[in-house]
């Protein structure tokens, strides 16, 4: 059963204040994502990782930067938070030989 | 890229009763169209997918139908039950491995 690990589900952050967002996967998937969900505009795909050390940009990146430096764990940064960084942040993982993303639980994320 | 539109936003069927949800994409080099369902509060889980190769998919209530020349690909769920209630999100993917999401539908199916 693949496991996909957020470590912190809930967040309060001030604005300006640098944020972690941690995310492990147990399955050893090749490609890691970061989306963003807010109503009525879906899952948007913030940063994706196909390998260790790689990333690319998704749709909205702006704001936002990720470290994948072991193949299991692949974190997003909020370098200074705004308030319009508030919203559900959800971490994702597949194999590159197939296309089924397995998503974590989400992490709800509030700036003030 | 990829274009993903999901209609409609919001369904409220009464149990018992199909709901059927519609979506539209725009790379035609498309090839893979899974489906979400979203629990409140809980993380989006695969319920069916379909690949490109196959126009249609059923798995006990639920069934994809895949109209590639049209693009277009639909979710039915049938005998609707309370537990049905959640949000469901199609998507399209190419071979990149890159999912992109339609908007969402909300289904409330009432008792």
């Known amino acids: 059963d693949v496991k996909v690990t957020q470590s912190s589900r809930y967040l309060v952050k001030r604005t300006g204040e640098k944020v972690f967002l941690e995310c492990v996967q147990d399955?050893?998937?090749?490609?890691m994502f970061w989306y963003r969900q807010d109503p009525g505009l879906g899952l948007r795909l913030i940063y994706f990782?196909?390998?260790?050390?790689?990333?690319e940009k998704g749709d909205i990146p702006e704001g936002y930067s990720v470290s994948r430096e072991k193949k299991e764990r692949f974190s997003l940064i909020l370098e200074s938070a705004s308030t319009n960084q508030t919203s559900m942040y959800l971490c994702?993982?597949?194999?590159?030989?197939?296309?089924?993303?397995?998503f974590g639980e989400g992490s709800w994320l509030t700036v003030v | 890229g990829e274009n993903v539109e999901q209609h409609p936003s919001t369904l409220s069927v009464q149990e018992g009763d199909s709901a059927v949800i519609k979506c539209t994409y725009s790379d035609s080099a498309s090839n893979y169209f899974p489906w979400y369902k979203q629990e409140l509060g809980k993380r989006p889980q695969l319920i069916i997918d379909?690949?490109?190769?196959?126009g249609e998919k059923k798995d006990q209530r639920i069934a994809v139908t895949l109209n590639k020349t049209a693009k277009h690909f639909s979710l039915h769920i049938t005998e609707t039950q309370p537990e049905d209630s959640a949000v469901y999100f199609c998507a399209a993917a190419s071979g990149a491995n890159n999912l992109f999401f339609g908007t969402g539908t909300r289904l409330t199916v009432i008792p």
């Open positions: 994702a993982s597949s194999s590159k030989a197939g296309n089924t993303i397995y």
């Open positions: 990782s196909y390998d260790v050390k790689m990333k």
């Open positions: 399955m050893d998937h090749e490609n």
């Open positions: 379909i690949r490109s190769n196959v």
